[in-house]
C-alpha cells in the first residue's frame, strides 16, 4: 500500500472473500487503493466515524444470518438424531447437509466477516488459521453443493424408478453418495497443501485467499459448481419430463369407451359393464393421485431447491468465470454481495428440506414442547 493510505480512516470494504479464485495480489491493492480515496462503488466510507450507520446495520444483518443459519441447521441435525423414523434416506442426505452447512455458519462466515471489516482486507490472524480457514471454506462450500446436487439425485430416482429404487438400495446410493461428496470437497479443499497447488498466505501483504494459480482455479471452480450444476439442471429435466409423461399417461388411462363399442353391448349389459369398469378406474385413479400428489411435492421441493441454489450461487461464480476471461474488474462491494448471498444459500437449504416435510414441523414441536 502507498503511504497515503495510512491517514485514511478505516473503512469497511466489501471485496471477495476468500473463494475468490481470479483475483491477483495487483486488482486487490488497486481495489482498496480506490476503496481509500471513497472513489470505489464498493468501499462504505464515513469521514466522521469509522463506521457509517449504513454499516453498522449492513453489520448486524450479517450477524444475524450467521446466527440464524448456525441455529436452524443445529436444530435440524438435533431432529434428526433424536427422532427414530429420520435415522434413513433421504434424511441422511439432509443430515450431510446440515453438517457442512452449520460447518460454514461456525467456521467460514465469521472470519469471512472478520476479513470484510478489516481495513484494507489485511489478515492479521496468523499462516495457521489462514489455512484453516481456507481449507473449511472450500471444503463445507463445496460439499453444501455437492449434497444438494445427491439430493436431487435421490429425488429422481423415487420418482423414476420407484419398483427398482428399493429401500436398500436407495440406503447403498445415499451413503455413497455421502462419501463421493465429502471426499470430493476434501480433494478440492486440501490440493493446495496437500501438493503445493499455490500459496494462499502472504505475510508481506497481510492477504489470505483461496490459492490464485491459474489451474487450480479451473479445477476448483469446476469441481465445486459448474459440474454439480449441470448434474441438477439434468436430473431436473428428467424429473419435469418424468411427471409429464405421467400425467399424460394417467389422462389417456381414464377415458371414457367409445360410443360404437358401447352401441354392440346390451343396455343392461353395458350398464353393469360401465358401472364396474368405472368402479375400477376410480379406485386406480385414486391411488395414482395419491402417488401423484407425492411425486409432485418431490418435483416441487427438488425445484425450489435447485432454483434456489442457483440463484445463491451462480453470481459469485460466474463473477469468477468471467473476470479472468475479460480482463474487467468488478467493484468490490459486488464481489462481497455475490459471495455472501452464496454463503446465505446455507440458510436456505433447511427451510426448503422442512417446509415440504409435515414431520419436521411435528418433531420440532414436540423438540420444544419436552425441553420445556
Not at 433424536?82 to 453438517?99: D, E, G, I, Q, Y
Not at 468465470?321 to 440458510?347: A, R, V
Request: net charge positive.
Amino acid at each position: 500500500m502507498e503511504s497515503s493510505n495510512v491517514s485514511t480512516p478505516p473503512t469497511l470494504t466489501f471485496t471477495s472473500g476468500p473463494e475468490d479464485y481470479n483475483s491477483s495480489p495487483s486488482t486487490l491493492e488497486a481495489a482498496g487503493d480506490q476503496g481509500d480515496v471513497g472513489e470505489s462503488a464498493g468501499t462504505l466510507h464515513s469521514k466522521e466515524s469509522p463506521f457509517s450507520i449504513f454499516t453498522v446495520l449492513i453489520l448486524t444483518l450479517l450477524v444475524l444470518l450467521i446466527v440464524a443459519t448456525f441455529l436452524w441447521n443445529l436444530l435440524v441435525l438435533a431432529t434428526i438424531l433424536r427422532v427414530r423414523a429420520f435415522h434413513r434416506v433421504p434424511h441422511n442426505l439432509v443430515a450431510s447437509t446440515a453438517v457442512s452447512d452449520v460447518l460454514v455458519a461456525a467456521l467460514v462466515m465469521p472470519l469471512s466477516l472478520v476479513s470484510e471489516v478489516s481495513t484494507g482486507k489485511r489478515w492479521r490472524l496468523g499462516r495457521a488459521l489462514c489455512h484453516v480457514w481456507i481449507s473449511f471454506d472450500v471444503l463445507c462450500c463445496t460439499a453444501s453443493i455437492w449434497n444438494v446436487a445427491a439430493i436431487a439425485l435421490d429425488r429422481y430416482w423415487t420418482i423414476t424408478r420407484h419398483i427398482q429404487y428399493t429401500l436398500r438400495t436407495r440406503s447403498r446410493a445415499s451413503n455413497l453418495m455421502i462419501v463421493l461428496t465429502w471426499a470430493l470437497s476434501a480433494l478440492i479443499a486440501f490440493a493446495p497443501l496437500l501438493f503445493g497447488w499455490g500459496e494462499v498466505y502472504s505475510a508481506e501483504l497481510q492477504r489470505c485467499q483461496v490459492s490464485q494459480e491459474p489451474s487450480y482455479a479451473v479445477f476448483s471452480t469446476c469441481g465445486a459448481f459448474y459440474v454439480p450444476l449441470g448434474v441438477v439442471l439434468f436430473v431436473y429435466w428428467k424429473i419435469y419430463k418424468a411427471a409429464k409423461f405421467r400425467i399424460g399417461r394417467r389422462r389417456v388411462a381414464v377415458l371414457p369407451l367409445p360410443e360404437t363399442v358401447q352401441a354392440k353391448e346390451a343396455p343392461q349389459e353395458a350398464q353393469m359393464v360401465f358401472t364396474a369398469r368405472h368402479a375400477t378406474l376410480a379406485s386406480q385413479t385414486h391411488g395414482e393421485t395419491w402417488r401423484e400428489q407425492k411425486e409432485k411435492r418431490a418435483a416441487l421441493m427438488v425445484g425450489i431447491l435447485i432454483g434456489v441454489f442457483v440463484l445463491c450461487w451462480i453470481p459469485f461464480f460466474l463473477t469468477e468465470l468471467i473476470t479472468p476471461l475479460c480482463s474487467c474488474n468488478i467493484p468490490p462491494i459486488w464481489k462481497s454481495i455475490f459471495l455472501w448471498l452464496g454463503y446465505s444459500n446455507s440458510f436456505f437449504n433447511p427451510l426448503i428440506y422442512t417446509a415440504f416435510n409435515k414431520n419436521y414441523n411435528s418433531a420440532f414441536k414436540s423438540l420444544f414442547i419436552k425441553q420445556r
